[in-house]
């Protein structure tokens, strides 16, 4: 069983920045890909970004697009979420979806690709 656990959510000003740190333990793998998701009050989970061990690929939903960045950490299974210029609407729980194994590109942001979650943590965005 994998264990995810995701830190860095806080309060931050309208055009502020946050880092999102994703962790994984519980077992080992020859390759990771693991992504952000974030929901919303009243509104569905959607994708935000993903990263694939196997090539480095990345994927980003377009309202992020120049404004998050997700890259990994070398030395352990971790992502990081850098987000930058925040606005009102990034307001959201923000989850880490992991798989031990590679997804398909097309596939990166797809929840179904997941198959561990962590617990989530609260963003919020204020003016």
């Known amino acids: 069983q994998v264990q995810v656990v995701e830190s860095g959510g806080g309060l931050v000003q309208t055009g502020g920045s946050l880092r999102l740190s994703c962790s994984a333990s519980?077992?080992?793998?020859?390759?990771?890909?693991m992504a952000w998701f974030r929901q919303a009050p009243g509104k569905e989970r959607e994708p935000v970004a993903a990263?694939?061990?196997?090539?480095?690929?990345?994927a980003y939903i377009d309202s992020v697009k120049g404004r998050f960045t997700i890259s990994k950490d070398n030395a352990k299974t971790t992502v990081h979420l850098q987000m930058s210029s925040l606005q009102d609407e990034d307001t959201a729980v923000y989850y880490c979806g992991v798989r031990a194994g590679r997804v398909i590109v097309s596939a990166l942001l797809s929840p179904a690709s997941y198959e561990y979650w962590g617990q989530g943590t609260q963003v919020t965005v204020s003016s």
């Open positions: 519980g077992r080992t793998a020859s390759t990771w890909t």
């Open positions: 990263f694939r061990w196997s090539g480095g690929n990345t």
